[in-house]
């Protein structure tokens, strides 16, 4: 019987990882923290990988296995370890912290085209922040649209443009390294261990949610489970790919940047357009003029066309594939002849025209651009707290659940690494709220806490809509029947 069944298309661990590697980190994610914290930020990123990003992805590993024919990836988690209400709480918070990294992708993929075009730094002097906000608008309609119409789109671009920005961002490291054995000079002075060494400051912690929000996201690749030929062995070779590749691009990215631009006196637009002055200074040190810029814009684009196609895709999956009836109206969840949520695609653009327009109250398109970053470094993390919720609720069951793969089997040790990476996480997101680029007791700063509160507030509020909802639906439905 089995050989009459039509063969199933798998797909390959390597695959995970880059689809994984295409959402979680990227070339650019190394300059925010740069800015930041300057060559601290290495330490931070060491920090970080072993007693944060390892154990978190294996982690993701055990509860991808634990629940592998669970639709709803996180949402499942929590819902099959702790209750429906908390499921459906977790499905909201996983669907919406999408949208304002759904908008800072589209961001990315104008500036990156600017750069093609323009050549320099000049897209916020040529156009207003509102034509700016319309051509964003406009992508993200454009992207659903494709999601629908091009069969296996998100596996191709995830290929091409999370190997591509991988190759890049290597490419870069190694340059670096050979400009340096060429006579460059190291441009951060003085570089030395004590440079190094982190200020833990309020501004040093308030930003430490960015770094999380930069190498979080492995439980996103957990609905695709069910898509590979040996999930038990598979899926944490994807996830070691994975700590692996964002060891390399953090570390090391960072220390190349260090070459090439001093940190302690960033460009104020480094956040936006430091990856492009990044491979021209490049470029110039090696006498190849420009040429590694324009093919840096052109892998940025199809990378962050990538990452904008798997973020449509897998989150609206997540949203409508695992939760409660009693909870999300029957129209949201409901598919297409493809198996798409087109419903859930409809709410993720009204609610990435709302936080456009939010965006309109700011001066330029750099103002945007940051302030949006800051935010996907609040909303981000909240939503990863319940990865460790989850695992701490299943090693809490241990008699009750079931893996494949188990990370550290002992209880007691378990816990206390769940435990420590969800207060962690917690309290840098909530950290985060403090606005980064402008002074304290300015309008600016108030503005920007204003926004920021109105925005989580509004995000993560609107989910208390849907159950209200549903009741109704439910009464209605009632009163239909015994009409």
């Known amino acids: 019987m089995e050989e009459l069944q039509p063969s199933k298309h798998?797909?390959?661990?390597?695959?995970i990882a880059l689809l994984d590697f295409v959402t979680i980190i990227s070339f650019e994610n190394i300059f925010y923290p740069f800015q930041n914290q300057g060559l601290s930020?290495?330490?931070?990123?060491?920090f970080l990988l072993f007693t944060y990003v390892i154990p978190y992805e294996l982690i993701a590993s055990q509860m991808s296995l634990t629940f592998d024919n669970q639709d709803g990836g996180l949402a499942s988690w929590v819902r099959r370890s702790s209750n429906d209400t908390l499921g459906y709480v977790t499905s909201w918070m996983y669907w919406v912290q999408s949208v304002p990294y759904i908008v800072d992708v589209s961001n990315s993929v104008i500036v990156s085209f600017s750069w093609m075009i323009l050549g320099n730094n000049t897209l916020g002097q040529k156009m207003s922040p509102f034509w700016f906000g319309l051509l964003t608008f406009g992508l993200i309609l454009i992207f659903i649209l494709l999601e629908n119409a091009i069969k296996n789109s998100l596996e191709i671009l995830s290929l091409i443009g999370g190997g591509a920005m991988f190759i890049m961002s290597a490419l870069f490291v190694l340059l670096a390294g050979y400009a340096l054995t060429q006579g460059a000079h190291i441009a951060t002075q003085p570089f030395n261990w004590h440079s190094f060494m982190p200020n833990f400051s309020l501004k040093y912690f308030s930003?430490?949610?960015l770094l999380i929000f930069a190498m979080s996201g492995a439980e996103?690749?957990?609905?695709?489970?069910?898509?590979?030929?040996?999930?038990?062995?598979?899926?944490p070779k994807a996830m070691w790919l994975l700590a692996i590749m964002t060891a390399f691009l953090t570390i090391f990215g960072t220390l190349a940047l260090?070459?090439?631009?001093?940190g302690n006196q960033i460009p104020h637009d480094f956040k936006m357009n430091g990856p492009y002055y990044a491979f021209a200074l490049l470029g110039q040190q090696l006498g190849l003029g420009n040429i590694l810029m324009y093919v840096f814009a052109v892998v940025q684009a199809?990378?962050?066309?990538?990452?904008?196609?798997v973020l449509l895709d897998a989150t609206s999956r997540v949203f409508a594939g695992d939760v409660a009836d009693n909870f999300m109206p029957k129209w949201?969840?409901?598919?297409?002849?493809?198996?798409r949520p087109v419903n859930s695609y409809l709410m993720t653009t009204g609610l990435s025209l709302f936080l456009l327009l939010l965006t309109g109250t700011l001066p330029d398109i750099n103002t945007i651009y940051n302030w949006l970053l800051n935010i996907n470094g609040i909303v981000s993390p909240y939503k990863t707290c319940w990865v460790f919720f989850a695992f701490i609720a299943v090693r809490l069951q241990d008699k009750k659940f079931h893996s494949d793969y188990v990370f550290i089997k002992n209880k007691t040790g378990a816990l206390l690494i769940g435990g420590w990476c969800l207060l962690f996480t917690f309290v840098c997101a909530t950290l985060g709220f403090i606005p980064q680029e402008v002074k304290f007791g300015t309008w600016d700063f108030t503005h920007q806490l204003i926004l920021n509160f109105i925005t989580v507030f509004v995000l993560f509020g609107l989910g208390l809509v849907m159950p209200w909802l549903r009741?109704?639906?439910?009464r209605k439905e009632k009163d239909c029947g015994t009409a």
Not at 220 to 235: G, I, N, Q, S, T
Not at 471 to 474: A, F, M
Request: proline letters at 4%; a positive charge; glycine letters at 4%.
């Open 10 to 15: 798998y797909m390959h661990w390597t695959v």
């Open 41 to 46: 930020v290495v330490i931070s990123w060491i």
């Open 207 to 209: 930003t430490t949610g």
């Open 220 to 235: 996103l690749a957990a609905p695709y489970v069910v898509r590979m030929r040996d999930p038990k062995h598979e899926f």
């Open 258 to 262: 260090a070459v090439f631009f001093n």
């Open 302 to 309: 199809i990378f962050m066309m990538a990452q904008l196609a």
């Open 332 to 339: 949201v969840t409901r598919k297409n002849k493809n198996g």
């Open 471 to 474: 009741k109704r639906e439910l």
